[in-house]
């Protein structure tokens, strides 16, 4: 299985996220999946890229071609893709990946996140989200879309589209066991 994995490509951040990003991407080589991801060297890509590596993983990076410049990408990927824009990348990374993880941080992911998840409630993607929680990151992101439904601007089963854990194993044992639900067209009335 391809898992596509969302991340910071930050090293600003705290050690511990990097630790648990490359803890992921062991658990992912472990279990015998490959990662597909941005191809950055650096932050989170970076550290699930490098755990990945430590077990012999199969490393997909997707990146646009003005990235490659010196330390800004993966090196040892074992397949690195270009394209010309980042909405090509987003695109491939949809495309290539069987199952999505968004790990902490910034915009880009926070984009790539709620692309992936609109498309998830439209149907246009049967595959599962998860959301590694590492520390808590992605609590209050929790928050506002339970809010969201509290207020009425989303169905309560949108929950029901991702899973939240800060275990990658708990997150590996999701992916390889999930069966995708069938999308209810009535709830788009929901969507503003």
């Known amino acids: 299985m391809k898992i ?38 650096t932050g989170l890509m970076g550290a699930v890229a490098r755990g990945a590596k430590s077990e012999n993983g199969e490393i997909i990076g997707i990146s646009p071609s003005f990235f490659n410049v010196d330390g800004v990408l993966f090196q040892e990927c074992t397949e690195m893709i270009y394209t010309e824009t980042m909405r090509e990348r987003k695109q491939l990374l949809e495309e290539m990946s069987d199952a999505f993880i968004v790990t902490p941080g910034g915009i880009g992911t926070f984009d790539e996140f709620f692309e992936i998840y609109t498309l998830r409630q439209l149907g246009c993607h049967q595959k599962p989200i998860a959301i590694y929680n590492t520390s808590g990151y992605y609590n209050s992101l929790i928050d506002m879309l339970n809010n969201a439904i509290d207020k009425s601007f989303m169905p309560n089963t949108n929950m029901d589209l991702i899973f939240i854990s800060d275990s990658p194993q708990e997150i590996i044992k999701h992916i390889e066991n999930y069966t995708p639900s069938d999308c209810d067209a009535a709830e788009f009335k929901f969507i503003k």
């Open 4 to 41: 596509c994995i969302y991340g910071a490509s930050s090293n600003e951040i705290d050690k511990y996220f990097l630790e648990a990003g490359e803890n992921l991407g062991v658990a992912i080589a472990k279990s015998n999946h490959a990662v597909v991801f941005g191809g950055g060297a």
